[in-house]
């Protein structure tokens, strides 16, 4: 899949969420969407094989693991992944899934390095900044990188929201406007830097004006769930600061004994009344019955998915019908600021963390 344009539809005023709308060689989509990730990849694949649906979306991602043994990247299936994007319709993206401490210790050398290794691997060509870099920096690897790409690719550079405060809002300001995807590796919004840059990051998204020609805002290696602020949906938390496309971080120290001993109840769910996360004694308390075990029997076996697969598969589902619900909020011109007070998870966490991060100029 192509892209050919990203055009601003609408900007709320007061939450500073905006509309986009992407078009590209077959079809266009509305901003706002949950990628296919590495585990949803892993469902998807099972589906595949007893014929049924896979998910409607036109991104696929691809966490990328370190090997620690051989000191390089797990490169192993990403042609199969990519495959499978294609067939679907997606676009295929990549990446280098670092860790705070790698992500410190990132060089230029270490960059050009990873952008050289997928090169030849996809048509959305990550590239991840060093967190101390400048926008005269980049602008100059910038240039050496759009030489190595074909007519048929795109490059995306990656920021860490923990980047430098003095270069992060430069750099993104200067991308937001140039290309066509611009990747940001998330955490748990609770450092300074990280709050500062959000703080930016949503700022700048809510001054483009309407018919404005963008990037789509690629959030990366968040938590699915962010149990740090009242389990509310990554997806909704990062929209709160201008995401448009989201990639949950990928697990890669599973413990796969403990995993044997969960059941049902030990694994949050999403629900969409309350717009979070929750567990099953929760919702019995809340609603009188258990919404985690009526989600478990909507898939049966006979569709390829054990219950941990169900739950983590109908749970993005949901999350993207909600997030499809605030595009129709903006389409309709309704108040989104009085429509999210009407839930609680949506309400708590735009009234409370969203305006405790500093405002961008």
């Not at 900007?11 to 969420?17: A, L, N, R, Y």
């Not at 691997?121 to 602008?139: D, H």
């Not at 569709?303 to 983590?312: M, N, R, V």
């Amino acid at each position: 899949m192509k892209i050919h344009q990203t055009k601003v539809e609408a900007v709320d005023e007061k939450t500073g969420i905006v509309l986009k709308r992407t078009i590209t060689d077959k079809g266009e989509f509305l901003n706002r969407k949950i990628a296919v990730s590495n585990t949803i990849y892993t469902c998807e694949k099972n589906r595949v094989k007893l014929n049924k649906p896979v998910t409607n979306t036109p991104f696929q991602t691809q966490h990328l693991e370190w090997n620690k043994s051989n000191e390089e990247w797990e490169l192993t299936g990403l042609k199969k992944a990519k495959k499978h994007a294609e067939k679907n319709n997606r676009f295929f993206i990549p990446f280098n899934q670092r860790n705070q401490e790698q992500w410190a210790s990132l060089t230029w050398d270490e960059s050009l390095e990873d952008f050289r290794d997928l090169l030849m691997k996809t048509n959305i060509v990550p590239f991840n900044i060093p967190i101390t870099a400048s926008l005269e920096e980049w602008e100059s690897y910038k240039k050496k990188a759009l030489t190595y790409l074909s007519e048929e690719q795109n490059l995306m550079p990656v920021l860490s929201s923990k980047h430098d405060v003095r270069h992060f809002p430069l750099i993104f300001n200067n991308e937001l406007k140039q290309s066509h995807f611009l990747g940001i590796s998330c955490y748990e919004i609770t450092g300074s830097i990280e709050q500062i840059n959000l703080g930016f990051m949503k700022s700048l998204n809510a001054k483009l004006k309407v018919g404005e020609n963008c990037a789509l805002v690629v959030c990366l290696n968040f938590p699915r769930v962010m149990s740090r602020h009242l389990q509310v949906a990554g997806s909704f938390a990062f929209t709160c600061f201008g995401g448009d496309v989201f990639s949950q971080k990928a697990n890669f120290s599973m413990d796969y004994d403990q995993l044997e001993e969960l059941t049902p109840s030990d694994i949050y769910c999403y629900d969409n009344r309350e717009k979070k996360f929750t567990k099953s004694n929760a919702q019995k308390e809340r609603y009188g019955f258990d919404v985690t075990n009526n989600v478990i029997n909507s898939i049966p076996v006979s569709e390829g998915l054990d219950f941990h697969q169900s739950i983590k598969y109908l749970s993005q589902r949901l999350q993207q019908e909600d997030l499809d619900l605030i595009n129709n909020f903006l389409i309709q011109g309704q108040p989104l600021e009085q429509e999210i007070n009407n839930y609680t998870g949506w309400n708590v966490f735009l009234s409370t963390i969203s305006s405790q991060i500093p405002k961008g100029k």
